[in-house]
C-alpha cells in the first residue's frame, strides 16, 4: 500500500496550490482520508480530514476558509486546494489513511487515527 502525495512548491503569499495523494495497492474508497503538516522544529498537525463518502470535511481553524479538501474515489485520490497561503502555511504535508472502512471517528484530528501515511510534500510560501 502506498499514498504518493504531489503538488508542493514554493508560491508567493496570497497564492494557491493543490496538492494531490493517490493511492494504490487497496482501494481507501470506505475509508477517511486527512492531510496534516509538519513545520521545521514542530509537531505533526492536523489539518484536514474527509469522510469516505465526501460527505463531511472538517478542518484544523488555522486553514478553515482557506483550504478545501475533496477526493474522487474513482480514480483513488484525494485533493488539498489551498488558497491564500501564508508564510506560516510553509511546511511537508502528509496525506494520511483510515485503515477502518466506514469509521466514524471522535479523533480525525489525531495522527494516531491514521494507520497508513505518504511520504510528505513541501510546500514553501515566501512573503
Known amino acids: 500500500v502506498q499514498l504518493q502525495a504531489s503538488g508542493g512548491g514554493l508560491v508567493q503569499a496570497g497564492g494557491s496550490l493543490r496538492l494531490s495523494c493517490a493511492a494504490s495497492?487497496?482501494?481507501?474508497?470506505?475509508?477517511?482520508m486527512g492531510w496534516f503538516r509538519q513545520a521545521p522544529g514542530k509537531e505533526r498537525e492536523f489539518v484536514a480530514v474527509?469522510?469516505?463518502?465526501?460527505?463531511?470535511?472538517y478542518y484544523a481553524d488555522s486553514v478553515k476558509g482557506r483550504f478545501t479538501i475533496s477526493r474522487d474515489n474513482a480514480k483513488n485520490t484525494v485533493y488539498l486546494q489551498m488558497n491564500s497561503l501564508k508564510p506560516e502555511d510553509t511546511a511537508v504535508y502528509y496525506c494520511?489513511?483510515?485503515?477502518?472502512?466506514?469509521?466514524?471517528?471522535?479523533?480525525?484530528?489525531?495522527?494516531?487515527?491514521?494507520?497508513?501515511w505518504g511520504q510528505g510534500t513541501l510546500v514553501t510560501v515566501s512573503s
Open positions: 494520511a489513511a483510515d485503515g477502518r472502512t466506514y469509521h466514524i471517528s471522535n479523533y480525525y484530528d489525531d495522527r494516531n487515527d491514521y494507520d497508513y
Open positions: 474527509i469522510s469516505w463518502s465526501g460527505s463531511r470535511t
Open positions: 495497492g487497496r482501494t481507501f474508497s470506505k475509508n477517511n
